[in-house]
């Protein structure tokens, strides 16, 4: 990272962070410095969504899931850059400027949660919070090799976020360990009546699901993955061989889901959450965000409602898929574009980074993103832990094997650089 | 009834009904003739939806509903009239003609299931299948004396039924006694991949649902009804103080979710499920069910997204009442018109009728539908027994108690002709 990466939008004064240090209440996370996406309010700063138009929109409340992290003793340093709107995945589309790697200036940091992930990469804080509604959560974490937490829709309340798909919106976060991040959860967690679409938890996880996951399932046929990546993901099978039992599973009918995004109907609900401002933003609005919302305004009713109908049948298709499996382990992304890469083709380039991420939300699924050890050119490569709603505890904890912390050690992801035989000798101890 | 009502739209030839009869599998239905709403598939007969543009449409296999009850032992005898493409509550909605109820020639048969509720009544048949959407299960019911079952939404496949809102609608039964709802749902509930919306039950009712209903909600507030009906909702209350503890509870935001039905989002879902087919039909579609649903054709997509927000809302609200009651008792309808007050004013009154019957699938519910007593002027006098979702065998419980089968005894309905000494004795006791 060369430092000049643009990671936040906003920032309380340094004096104004020591005092709220000193006075922070003693809890879990006493003292905490934590980052927060600019789609979710901090009273006392602007939520713009990266859109300068609503650079005067100081919110004089903060959002559930920030007073939640204040109620546990953090403390909130400033906003973070972003996908305009948190449309996008790749962290460009800012008139703020667009967020690289902390693994290497001339690749994407990801998105749309951008600053939010290098600010927990680069070492800043432990602790940010990002929103996932199509991999936003999950793509800047892998990107910038950290781990991100999508929890389960509605488990943490979405109050006080301004909306990209109501509906499918989750607070996510971002931190280094899988622990960070389950103490986080555990502070954030809980219905809300100022949010609709949050709920309790039931009081144990999904019957189905094993506490301590061992069934992983994997992609039955081959996936589209860059050459760099494919050698990444090749390792990660064989670190997850060491984890559990691996069960090929057809991912065909998950990956449809996509398409019901970015396709048509939901696209109206982006501009039912922000089309007007996005309309009057004028000169501020995002080109490509521009141009992939604006479709939304004429998506018919009777659209929608077909859109709710293919969703249910591939929801049913795939539900049958987590009686054989605790986990679904998938890449999170099938490459890592340059900065160079998405200016030459800003929406194609952004579609095919969704292709893993992006049927998650709808099928209402909750997933941890973790480091899935180094490409052969040494960029990070992250993969993600899915299953069904709620198995949120069971997935951190399959988490923590992941990265080697449940045995009490320190982050041991496979790496694509060692020997061939150094890791089947592992696989094979 | 005068004999002529239109309750049906096709029937088989009695020889083939006499040799399914003599073929029919030995099942909990052996030999049961049972009558079939004619927006569900019976293999060999049409299915109009009460749109004679469609009398050509010869189902080639039977819905999925009609395959459980044959294989029951059941035996389809033809297909009932019904407010057009199951849009309406008063049975009038037809080209085949309008249907009376079995008590006065006068009144109204109520809808959409308007042939299905009358053939039970009338002793035709002892199960009926209809359709449920904003209440076409239970009006019918309530006006013609008899039990209408409401399954939760998904336990009965709706494969093979053409959709009013697919992502609401439910196969309803039909029957005079609750014994025989019980027994046709445990013949039709289980999911069937043919429905994406279809599910399948937990194995055990909503856990703060008591299996014994004790614990019965009524409106807090007063409520809209008719005088004659209002004299037989105070007999019902007081029946009600006879089966368990009144609990009075809100009901505003329960009865605010009807506004979605026909208010405009789920309008488009009409539209999507039949606008095409009610295009075509010219001449042949019903006046009242075009004016209604052709604005279903303008709703935008994002209207829809702020609907499904909305919907969200109202359900957390209603959410908490369930940990206070086991059931929820409220009339079926707020009156009982007659034919020429539907012929004055064929949208109003409608709209009206379903006050307390429109919320219910919209908030993802359970219903039986039972009488609920005569009202001064002998006209029946229906209620609903409300509950969450797959709280159905409770319900049916609780209605078993309503209707005295539960003892042993007949059908012991509250009676608003009895002198008032009676029954407060009976309130005593």
């Given at each position: 990272?060369?430092?000049?990466?643009?990671?936040?939008?906003?920032?309380?004064d340094?004096?104004?962070?020591?005092?709220?240090?000193?006075?922070?209440?003693?809890?879990?996370?006493?003292?905490?410095?934590?980052?927060?996406?600019?789609?979710?309010?901090?009273?006392?700063?602007?939520?713009?969504?990266?859109?300068?138009?609503?650079?005067?929109?100081?919110?004089?409340?903060?959002?559930?899931?920030?007073?939640?992290?204040?109620?546990?003793?953090?403390?909130?340093?400033?906003?973070?850059?972003?996908?305009?709107?948190?449309?996008?995945?790749?962290?460009?589309?800012?008139?703020?400027?667009?967020?690289?790697?902390?693994?290497?200036?001339?690749h994407?940091?990801?998105?749309?949660?951008s600053?939010?992930a290098?600010?927990?990469?680069?070492?800043?804080?432990?602790l940010a919070l990002?929103?996932?509604?199509?991999?936003?959560?999950?793509?800047?974490?892998?990107?910038?090799?950290?781990?991100?937490l999508?929890?389960?829709?509605?488990?943490?309340p979405?109050?006080?976020?301004?909306?990209?798909?109501?509906?499918?919106?989750?607070?996510?976060?971002?931190?280094?360990t899988?622990?960070?991040?389950?103490?986080?959860?555990?502070?954030?967690?809980?219905?809300d009546?100022?949010?609709?679409?949050?709920?309790?938890?039931?009081?144990?996880?999904?019957?189905?699901?094993?506490?301590?996951?061992?069934?992983?399932?994997?992609?039955?046929?081959?996936?589209?993955?860059?050459?760099?990546?494919?050698?990444?993901?090749?390792?990660?099978?064989?670190?997850?061989?060491?984890?559990?039992?691996?069960v090929?599973?057809?991912?065909?009918?998950?990956?449809?889901?996509?398409?019901?995004?970015y396709?048509?109907?939901?696209?109206?609900?982006?501009?039912?959450?922000?089309?007007?401002?996005?309309?009057?933003?004028?000169?501020?609005?995002?080109?490509a965000?521009?141009?992939?919302?604006?479709?939304?305004?004429?998506?018919t009713?009777?659209?929608?409602?077909a859109?709710?109908?293919?969703?249910?049948?591939?929801?049913?298709?795939?539900?049958?898929?987590?009686?054989?499996?605790?986990?679904?382990?998938?890449?999170?992304?099938?490459?890592?574009?340059?900065?160079?890469?998405?200016?030459?083709?800003?929406?194609?380039v952004?579609?095919?980074?969704?292709?893993?991420?992006?049927?998650?939300?709808?099928?209402?699924?909750?997933?941890?993103?973790?480091?899935?050890?180094?490409?052969p050119?040494?960029?990070?490569?992250?993969?993600?832990?899915?299953?069904?709603?709620?198995?949120?505890?069971?997935?951190?904890?399959?988490?923590?094997?992941?990265?080697?912390?449940?045995?009490?050690?320190?982050?041991?992801?496979?790496?694509?650089?060692?020997?061939?035989?150094?890791v089947?000798?592992?696989?094979?101890?």
């Amino acid at each position: 990272m060369n430092g000049t990466t643009p990671i936040w939008i906003s920032r309380f004064d340094p004096d104004d962070i020591a005092a709220r240090e000193a006075a922070a209440p003693d809890g879990p996370l006493r003292g905490q410095l934590v980052a927060v996406k600019d789609n979710i309010d901090v009273a006392g700063l602007p939520t713009t969504a990266a859109c300068p138009a609503l650079a005067d929109r100081v919110a004089t409340r903060s959002a559930t899931a920030v007073s939640r992290l204040e109620a546990a003793g953090a403390v909130p340093v400033g906003k973070t850059n972003m996908d305009q709107f948190a449309t996008g995945l790749v962290g460009t589309r800012s008139p703020y400027g667009a967020c690289s790697s902390v693994f290497s200036d001339a690749h994407i940091s990801g998105g749309s949660s951008s600053g939010s992930a290098v600010a927990v990469a680069a070492g800043l804080v432990p602790l940010a919070l990002g929103t996932d509604t199509a991999g936003s959560g999950r793509v800047p974490a892998a990107f910038n090799g950290i781990v991100g937490l999508k929890p389960t829709r509605g488990l943490v309340p979405a109050a006080g976020l301004l909306p990209a798909c109501r509906s499918l919106d989750c607070v996510t976060t971002f931190t280094r360990t899988v622990a960070a991040a389950r103490t986080a959860l555990a502070v954030l967690a809980g219905p809300d009546p100022a949010d609709p679409w949050s709920r309790p938890a039931p009081p144990r996880p999904p019957a189905h699901i094993a506490a301590r996951p061992r069934l992983i399932g994997v992609p039955a046929g081959p996936l589209d993955l860059d050459p760099e990546h494919a050698v990444a993901w090749k390792a990660a099978l064989e670190h997850a061989a060491r984890l559990g039992r691996l069960v090929p599973v057809p991912v065909d009918e998950f990956l449809a889901a996509a398409a019901l995004l970015y396709g048509g109907p939901w696209l109206a609900e982006r501009w039912a959450g922000f089309g007007a401002l996005l309309d009057a933003a004028g000169p501020h609005a995002d080109p490509a965000v521009r141009a992939v919302v604006t479709p939304g305004r004429d998506v018919t009713g009777a659209a929608v409602f077909a859109g709710l109908d293919r969703l249910a049948a591939l929801r049913q298709a795939t539900e049958p898929v987590w009686l054989d499996i605790d986990a679904l382990l998938l890449p999170t992304t099938p490459g890592h574009p340059r900065l160079a890469d998405v200016a030459a083709d800003p929406l194609g380039v952004n579609t095919r980074l969704g292709t893993y991420t992006n049927f998650v939300n709808l099928l209402d699924l909750c997933v941890v993103a973790v480091p899935g050890g180094s490409r052969p050119d040494g960029l990070p490569f992250g993969v993600q832990l899915i299953g069904p709603a709620f198995a949120d505890r069971p997935l951190l904890d399959l988490a923590a094997r992941w990265t080697g912390e449940a045995a009490g050690g320190p982050s041991a992801p496979p790496d694509a650089d060692a020997p061939a035989g150094t890791v089947l000798l592992a696989v094979a101890g």
